[in-house]
Every structure is written in structure tokens, then in C-alpha cells.
């Protein structure tokens, strides 16, 4: 497909079949390619949280503003993120900085205003 065709048929959609249930692969499958999303310095730092206790469902229904979508979607999943990632392996954050052109003393070498001109 092409792209802008993509971007210009593009939808929100905000109905559900409440009946309708993905199996284990296909939910495998979306929850794998959430995980291609991009994340600064890759820290792959986003936590992907499938609600799928009915409850709870309908607990988070009634602080979500009780939007259907909540307990109607055949599949719920929160994006959480891991705040302390980035104590995990820091030398690869220092590595990402100095390929960006931060130097040590905090400054920033000028590289990519360069490239801007
Ligand atoms: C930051 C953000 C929050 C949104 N929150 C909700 C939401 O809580 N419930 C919902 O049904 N849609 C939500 N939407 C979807 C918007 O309602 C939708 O993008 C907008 O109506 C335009 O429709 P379209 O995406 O089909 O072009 C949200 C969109 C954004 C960007």
C-alpha cells in the first residue's frame, strides 16, 4: 500500500464486536509488532500490559470517562513504561549522547546546527 494512501485512510475506530475475541497467535503477533515501535537510544523501555480480567475491565471503563471501547475491544492493552530503564547499561545512553555530539562537559559540539545551514 501506499503510503500517503495509508496516512489519508487512516481511522480511529471507537466500535467494537464484544463478541469477537483474537486467539492466542493473532494476539502474539500484534503484541510482537508493537514491540518494532522506536524508543530513545532503543531503550525499548515500553511495557505492553493486556487487561483482560472482565472486572477489571470495567473497573478501568468507569475512570476511562466509561468509554465502551474499554470492555468492548476484543483485545486491551495498556502502554506502561519501565522510568528506570535507563540505569540498565547507562554506557550505551553515553554512547547514543556522544554519536548525537554531546560532549562530556554537557555542550553539544554544534554538528547538527552545522547541517542545518
Ligand atoms: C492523544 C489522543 C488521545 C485520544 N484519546 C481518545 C480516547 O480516549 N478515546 C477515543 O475514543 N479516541 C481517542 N483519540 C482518538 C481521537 O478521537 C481521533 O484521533 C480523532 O477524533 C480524529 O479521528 P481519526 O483518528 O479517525 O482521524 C485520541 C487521540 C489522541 C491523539
Known amino acids: ?14 466500535h467494537f464486536d464484544p463478541e469477537h475475541s483474537f486467539n492466542p497467535n493473532e494476539t502474539r503477533r500484534l503484541l510482537e509488532a508493537s514491540m518494532l515501535s522506536p524508543t530513545a537510544f532503543n531503550m525499548q523501555n515500553w511495557r505492553f500490559v493486556v487487561v483482560s480480567n472482565p472486572g477489571l475491565r470495567q473497573d478501568l471503563r468507569t475512570v476511562g470517562y466509561d468509554q465502551a471501547q474499554i470492555t468492548d475491544a476484543s483485545l486491551l492493552v495498556y502502554v506502561v513504561m519501565d522510568r528506570t530503564a535507563h540505569s540498565d547499561r547507562p554506557e550505551r545512553l553515553l554512547e547514543g549522547c556522544r554519536s548525537g555530539g554531546w560532549r562530556a562537559d554537557g555542550q553539544h559540539d554544534g554538528r547538527l546546527l552545522r547541517r542545518q545551514r
Open 1 to 14: 500500500m501506499d503510503t500517503f494512501e495509508a496516512i489519508q485512510n487512516r481511522r480511529s475506530v471507537k
